[in-house]
């Protein structure tokens, strides 16, 4: 089995993964500014982290997996300027900032628990750490790398860069490309130069949230929260920084910066980026009417979806695509992920009811072994290629055929030898289950109906009516049930 390559932004390659200290391994992922619903493309960019660190700890590493959540700083414009968009949300709704805070949060943490996402080890918010930011403002200032002007402080950009470092290295953008980019600009207010971003900014009378500071009363820029918190949990050096492709520029750029400045090295060794979502090939936007919510894709009230999707549809589809390429949603798309996922969920149930059948008579079959052993290596050299889920999902299907093969009495148990089939069993519970994080899912809605229905085939099976036996069965079987498994799970379904 190859080694786990990640694709590092900042080296342009796939690189083989060394973690800083064996067996550990520091994780930070740039989380919501929760002042409105998480939207998809949040979800593919968590997704993506979730897999990653159920895959490490499946090879071994202990994880100390770190989430941010943005509750103050983050302006309208995702620059110096504008709005915060926390307050600018309580203003229109005529709540306290913090009332606005909790109510998305809490919408955040459902959404992410609909999709079986792992919760991060720590969850820091950007408020609970407004100390750390104010005493690494201070740092920078000392380190003349930041400048105070009219109680606002600036990050000095040609400073840093005169010092030997490289601003836009992550981007690929040119720092010359940059400012002439920007020196068409009307002037560029309280800074020395349009590139140099905010540490901490003045607040002005209005502004809802705000603390006091060696500068006056302000709060903090965005960039400055991640910086603060990805090292005082993971160290001035850290393993993996992750996110969504749109933070690479400014964010994370400044990021890098920000933790070079303070600390003398670069902050992070491999940093990871995921792709955006498209509708029907067309960018997800609320100006194009093309985007939409979680819960309306669960509940499909949505005008351009057709019909529901669930939850564990809607993963599975994701992890279709790999994380850095672009995944168009369609109702095509989905429809398919619907039935893939729903095979592979027959196959664990086939798996869970299967023991292995010994048969002295029956030799075992090198091809057959072979192409399960060469389908269980394809699943994992698909995660160790930069987390190709795509591929390691192909190699299920493979392990899938031979499962049907044996329930269906087409293949014998004593084909593939003991320690073959319970590995073959392992390997696809432990892909399904721990490494991809698909579940059964449970319709509450549906459940009355299935009681219902399992009432009418029992009445029917004592009355020997077997034609209407096989009606329910018929319907059943549409919905990817199986009979005798509906006592214990009632299962998330809808009509093909």
């Given at each position: ?99 606005i805070v909790h109510r998305y949060t809490d919408d955040f943490h459902q959404v992410l628990s609909k999709f079986n ?75 020395r130069n349009p590139l140099d971003f905010a540490l901490w900014k003045k607040a002005a009378p209005d502004h809802l ?181 795509a591929v390691t999902i192909a190699n299920l299907f493979t392990l899938l055929k031979k499962i049907n093969q044996l ?90």
């Open positions: 089995m190859q080694s786990l390559k990640i694709y590092n932004t900042l080296t342009r390659e796939k690189e083989v993964f060394q973690p800083l200290h064996p067996t550990h391994v520091g994780l930070y992922v740039c989380g919501p500014t929760v002042y409105n619903y998480v939207h998809l493309g949040n979800v593919r960019t968590f997704l993506t982290f979730d897999v990653l660190v159920r895959y490490l700890r499946h090879i071994g590493y202990q994880v100390r997996y770190v989430r941010n959540l943005t509750d103050v700083g983050h302006l309208t414009g995702d620059s110096d300027e504008g709005e915060d968009k926390i307050g600018r949300m309580a203003r229109l709704e005529k709540l306290e900032p913090m009332e996402f792992l919760p991060p080890s720590i969850e820091p918010t950007a408020t609970g750490h407004i100390v750390e930011q104010i005493e690494a403002v201070k740092a920078l200032i000392e380190k003349g790398l930041a400048y105070e002007s009219n109680g606002s402080v600036y990050f000095d950009i040609e400073k840093y860069n005169q010092n030997g470092q490289d601003y836009g290295k992550l981007s690929g953008r040119i720092l010359e490309d940059l400012l002439s980019e920007t020196r068409d600009l009307d002037g560029v207010g309280e800074k949230m705000r603390w006091p500071s060696p500068w006056g009363l302000g709060f903090p820029g965005w960039h400055l929260e991640c910086t603060c918190m990805s090292t005082k949990y993971l160290g001035t050096q850290f393993d993996i920084h992750g996110g969504g492709m749109d933070l690479k520029f400014p964010h994370h750029e400044c990021e890098i910066a920000q933790g070079t400045g303070l600390n003398g090295v670069s902050p992070v060794k491999y940093w990871m980026h995921s792709n955006m979502l498209t509708v029907n090939g067309q960018k997800m936007s609320k100006s194009l009417g093309n985007s939409f919510l979680p819960n309306e894709l669960f509940a499909g009230s949505h005008h351009l979806l057709e019909q529901p999707y669930s939850p564990m549809t809607t993963r599975f589809f994701m992890l279709q695509s790999q994380y850095r390429s672009t995944l168009d949603f369609s109702n095509e798309a989905l429809k398919a992920a619907q039935k893939g996922y729903k095979r592979l969920l027959n196959g664990l149930r086939l798996l869970r009811e299967m023991e292995y059948v010994a048969d002295e008579s029956v030799s075992i079959d090198p091809k057959q072994v072979e192409e399960i052993e060469k389908a269980i290596a394809g699943a994992y050299d698909g995660m160790n290629d930069d987390l190709n889920t329930y269906m009495g087409q293949s014998q148990f004593a084909q593939l030898g003991a320690e073959v089939f319970e590995k073959l069993k392992a390997t696809y519970l432990t892909f399904f289950l721990d490494i991809l994080g698909l579940k059964e899912e449970r319709n509450e809605a549906f459940e009355p109906l299935v009681n219902g229905l399992l009432d009418l085939y029992r009445d029917f099976k004592t009355q020997k009516q077997y034609d209407k036996v096989d009606q329910i069965r018929s319907v059943f079987k549409q919905n990817g049930l199986v009979i005798k498994d509906l006592k214990q799970r009632i299962d998330w379904a809808y009509e093909e």
